[in-house]
């Protein structure tokens, strides 16, 4: 059974920094998927990572995939304040249509 | 062209009752997931559909159900209500399913049992 973890699960920043979050998987996922939820909203895909080493950015979020580390991360360059949201990243469970979500970080870029 | 659209925004129910949640895909999209978020348990999958047929299912209790119609709308079914089965119900929808593909999310059905 796939596992998702992400961390930190909660991350207070200020704007113009530079940020790295991670987001671990315990077995095999060649898929691997970003999303953004704001507070009282819905979930927005970020990214959508097909293969190893497959890297993706929009604006200032950009994501890449290790399938050897089981390992995603999502940095992010000089923040603003609209990227405060919570962030998910979720793996394919194999041989299925199931995402598993990781627990979410909750960020806050502060002025 | 229009998002997923989930019906009803807002339910408030009480212990034992059933509620039936609704789920329209956006257009073309064949395949329908449902997930449930709690704070506690954060976003847990419940079934995914395509072209009528479930192929996946979460590890929910019998109680929870879903069907998909021909127009690829679907609808989830909460019998014999718990107060743990409050939560924000979400569907996504994407053309084939998950695999290579975003998912699209609605709004979801915020679900409160007294």
């Known amino acids: 059974e796939l596992k998702v973890e992400q961390n930190p699960l909660f991350l207070s920043m200020q704007e113009g920094k530079n940020y790295t979050i991670y987001c671990n998987y315990s077995?095999?996922?060649?898929?691997l998927y970003w999303y953004r939820q704001d507070p009282g909203k819905s979930l927005e895909s970020l990214f959508v990572?097909?293969?190893?080493?497959a890297v993706k950015q929009e604006g200032r979020l950009m994501a890449s995939l290790d399938t050897k580390a089981r390992l995603s991360t999502l940095h992010i360059t000089a923040a603003v304040h609209d990227l405060s949201a919570t962030y998910f990243c979720a793996g394919l469970q194999g041989g299925s249509e199931k995402l598993v979500f990781g627990k979410g970080m909750k960020l806050t870029v502060n002025p | 062209k229009a998002g997923v659209t989930q019906t009803p925004r807002y339910l408030i129910k009480t212990r034992g009752q059933q509620v039936t949640l609704s789920c329209s895909p956006i257009s073309g999209h064949r395949s329908v997931s449902w997930y449930q978020q709690t704070p506690g348990q954060g976003l847990q999958f419940l079934f995914e559909?395509?072209?009528?047929?479930?192929?996946n299912k979460g590890n929910f209790p019998g109680r929870f159900s879903g069907r998909q119609f021909s127009n690829s709308r679907s609808e989830m079914n909460v019998s014999t209500l718990e107060l743990g089965d409050s939560a924000l119900y979400l569907c996504?929808?994407?053309?084939?399913?998950?695999?290579?593909?975003?998912?699209?999310f609605g709004s979801g059905t915020q679900l409160s049992v007294l």
């Open positions: 996504a929808s994407s053309l084939k399913g998950p695999n290579n593909e975003k998912l699209f």
């Open positions: 990572l097909l293969s190893n080493g």
């Open positions: 559909y395509f072209s009528e047929t479930q192929r």
């Open positions: 077995t095999t996922s060649d898929r």
